[in-house]
Nanobody, 117 residues
Framework: QLQLVESGVGLVQAGVSLRLSCAAS????????MGWSRQAPGKQRESVAF???????NYAGSVKGRFTISRDNTKNTVYLQMNSLKPENTAVYYC???????????WGQGTQVTVSS
């Protein structure tokens, strides 16, 4: 089993930055990628970004250039740096981790990010 704990709940104004963190614990050896998804009110959950164990990253087009995903393998933690936040970025942000052996996609509990105009 794998546990993901997110931090970085935020109520911010448009234009500012916020960093989310997600710490993984438990069965982490078979995790080959971690990422972030989000779900805005009334919308489906969508992928925001992910990063592989080798450092390859991928971003949704709507956040490319403003959001940066990174990881600290020594802390088993993945980060999402969000710059120039917009009201439309308001959503619950979920950390996820892919276990390629199980195979299973694990999810964190979600953290609310609210961007006011």
């Amino acid at each position: 089993q794998l546990q993901l704990v997110e931090s970085g709940v935020g109520l911010v104004q448009a234009g500012v930055s916020l960093r989310l963190s997600c710490a993984a614990s438990g069965s982490i050896r078979s995790i080959n990628a971690m990422g972030w998804s989000r779900q805005a009110p009334g919308k489906q959950r969508e992928s925001v970004a992910f990063i592989t164990t080798s450092g390859i990253t991928n971003y949704a087009g709507s956040v490319k250039g403003r959001f940066t995903i990174s990881r600290d393998n020594t802390k088993n933690t993945v980060y999402l740096q969000m710059n120039s936040l917009k009201p439309e970025n308001t959503a619950v942000y979920y950390c996820n981790a892919n276990d390629h052996i199980a195979p299973t996609l694990y999810w964190g509990q979600g953290t609310q990010v609210t961007v006011s105009s």
